[in-house]
């Protein structure tokens, strides 16, 4: 790669000649460097002669390596803009570090070269507080051959910055790199994919800035590959998935990953939302290693820093903001359905939440959009830091140790405050939901993550309190009511709700996540009248996801894993001797599981083999 600081126009290196300035002072002013001229100025002269003709003083802004003549819209630095190949946006005069490869200056006729962001951790050996003391430029720019610093905010008392490599050190496309022609996969419908995407999947999912795919799309990149396959099942006339597509990402983002850009994040954060072809699988293959995948990314782009007080565009500190709570909605929805531990940690993060103001309100090709999408993602980031502290406050190893030792008035306040905190939510956010008036109701996972938040705060607290104990009756009536709103909500399933698209696999599993609290709701009965009630309920909600099944995704993973529940318990009869007790078909394939297959095969492993499941 050509090194930018070693170019200078022909012109320039012809008027230095001979000449060694040794001071900034001796070095030609701007403005006669603009006009290819020495300046005619002694030493103890604070201007030269033609600028005190003209009434002006001499500056000196840029280095003697920089070139002049060079059109206006091309900048005399590098400059970053979060926008990548895909966002179709102009770079800007002013550095906005938002995580995406930045442009050297290079020759003409040479190939590409980009730079790639990474934030200045506080603790690491590029200490901030030392680098603070680089000799940056007036955009905020320290530049090396091969390495640059951007200060993002260097005057507060914690300076924030990014370290710039160029990619090649990097290896971003290796040999290896899939070479596929994404656009003519899904030619001619490019642009029915596109605005399906925004007119269903966006409507749910406000993640992306419609303005940015406005112009002629870039085969070959995987963001794009993504949003083909997610719209593909809603747009008539092309086949429901791109097996293509599919193949080209999942060998593409585990190489974009190793230089992340926002694109990057946006991708996988798509990704993530597909639908499982593999029902009685419990989560999409690698989900929770995919989810730490990305929050290191966000981590790298410093994406859990507030960008409002740098020196973005709206659109670039919107997106960012966008960006990062959807990756804390997908962390703390995955922890809590999968029943693993957060990557994030509040302490590091100082994102504001995310207000409708940061989402786009034009659509694709500038058209308006209702407010409906981004009231519903608020709403959904506001709920999940709720979440957030039910987990920490409830589903800690240690918080489960600390929590047996409350008394019983502190255990109740605790539930008391979350009480509030939900009920504060549905009145400030739910309720805005339950008027929008359009034709695709996307609101579906939102409602269902209200009740399923309201479940897992009743279920932890039923497990700390012995029955018998006063207060716990009154517990349990209250997620005796949580669970009955999610069959309702099963039961009035409508056609507008059943075709829009759902938050995945986070809805899958909160569907599951109530059928299994039922069974809980069930064992601890010890009244004829509640094994019996819950017996009903239980045998009520597997035939609504039953029915259900056949046509919407969303509730196979609940179907399929309250059917295997049933039959271990005794609910159901057992299986007779050859009977198959469930198929996973992939890739056109279909797996039989026969009874005790799973049995012989722990048993071959032996107890060192149990370790290794």
């Not at 406000?206 to 099942?233: C, E, H, I, W």
């Not at 008539?236 to 998935?241: A, E, G, M």
């Not at 990704?271 to 009685?280: A, E, F, N, Y």
């Amino acid at each position: 790669m050509t090194n930018p600081s070693s170019m200078r126009t022909t012109t320039e290196t012809q008027v230095n000649v001979g000449r060694k300035y040794k001071s900034r002072k001796e070095r030609p002013c701007d403005a006669c460097r603009k006009r290819k001229i020495c300046c005619t100025r002694d030493a103890s002269e604070k201007n030269c002669s033609l600028c005190r003709t003209r009434g002006e003083t001499c500056e000196y802004v840029l280095p003697p390596n920089v070139r002049r003549n060079r059109p206006s819209n091309v900048r005399s630095r590098e400059t970053m803009s979060s926008a990548s190949s895909t966002s179709f946006t102009p770079p800007r005069p002013v550095p906005s570090c938002a995580g995406a490869r930045i442009t050297a200056p290079r020759h003409r006729m040479t190939a590409p070269s980009e730079w790639i962001c990474q934030f200045v951790g506080f603790s690491g050996d590029q200490d901030p507080f030392v680098l603070r003391h680089c000799s940056f430029n007036q955009l905020n720019c320290y530049k090396a051959p091969d390495w640059a610093i951007l200060r993002v905010k260097g005057e507060s008392e914690i300076p924030l910055h990014f370290t710039v490599v160029p990619d090649s050190h990097l290896d971003p496309h290796p040999h290896y790199y899939p070479k596929t022609d994404t656009e003519s996969i899904v030619a001619p419908h490019t642009n029915k994919l596109l605005r399906t995407y925004f007119d269903v999947i966006h409507m749910s999912y406000p993640l992306l800035d419609p303005a940015r795919f406005n112009s002629k799309p870039q085969t070959g990149d995987p963001l794009l590959a993504v949003m083909y396959n997610l719209a593909s099942p809603f747009c008539q006339d092309t086949p429901t998935s791109f097996q293509q597509l599919s193949d080209f990402v999942h060998q593409a983002l585990p190489i974009e990953r190793r230089h992340s850009r926002l694109e990057t994040i946006e991708a996988y954060l798509l990704h993530l939302q597909r639908h499982s072809t593999i029902d009685p699988v419990s989560t999409l293959p690698s989900l929770w290693s995919d989810i730490g995948a990305i929050v290191g990314m966000a981590h790298d782009l410093g994406l859990n820093l507030d960008p409002t007080g740098w020196s973005l565009s709206p659109s670039d500190s919107d997106r960012r903001i966008r960006i990062w709570w959807a990756v804390y909605i997908q962390d703390k929805w995955g922890a809590l359905d999968l029943g693993r531990p957060s990557y994030l940690n509040d302490e590091h993060c100082s994102v504001p939440l995310p207000i409708v103001d940061n989402f786009s309100q034009t659509g694709l090709h500038n058209q308006p959009l209702p407010l409906t999408s981004a009231i519903q993602f608020v709403a959904m980031a506001h709920l999940t830091t709720i979440l957030s502290d039910i987990l920490n406050t409830f589903y800690t190893l240690k918080a489960m140790e600390r929590i047996k030792l409350l008394p019983l008035e502190v255990l109740y306040s605790i539930l008391g405050d979350f009480q509030g905190r939900l009920a504060s939510w549905n009145q400030e956010h739910l309720c805005q939901l339950y008027n929008a008036n359009t034709l695709l109701d996307s609101s579906g996972s939102v409602v269902l993550a209200y009740h399923t938040c309201e479940i897992v705060l009743y279920r932890a607290v039923l497990r700390c309190l012995p029955m018998g104990t006063p207060g716990y009756d009154d517990v349990r009536e209250h997620a005796k009511a949580s669970l009955l709103q999610i069959v309702e909500f099963v039961e009035k399933l409508n056609v507008s709700r059943l075709r829009a698209f759902w938050w995945s696999p986070m809805t899958r599993i909160n569907f599951a996540l109530a059928g299994t609290f039922m069974f809980f709701q069930l064992l601890t009965s010890i009244t004829t009248h509640d094994i019996e009630f819950w017996s009903n309920i239980i045998s009520h909600y597997r035939s609504l996801l039953r029915l259900q099944s056949h046509s919407f995704d969303m509730t196979k993973l609940a179907c399929t894993r309250m059917d295997l529940l049933a039959a271990g318990m005794g609910v159901d009869p057992p299986v007779r001797e050859g009977e198959t007790i469930g198929e996973i078909s992939g890739d056109g394939r279909k797996v039989v599981l026969m009874p005790g297959s799973a049995e012989e095969w722990i048993a071959r492993q032996g107890h060192e083999g149990m370790l290794l499941c």
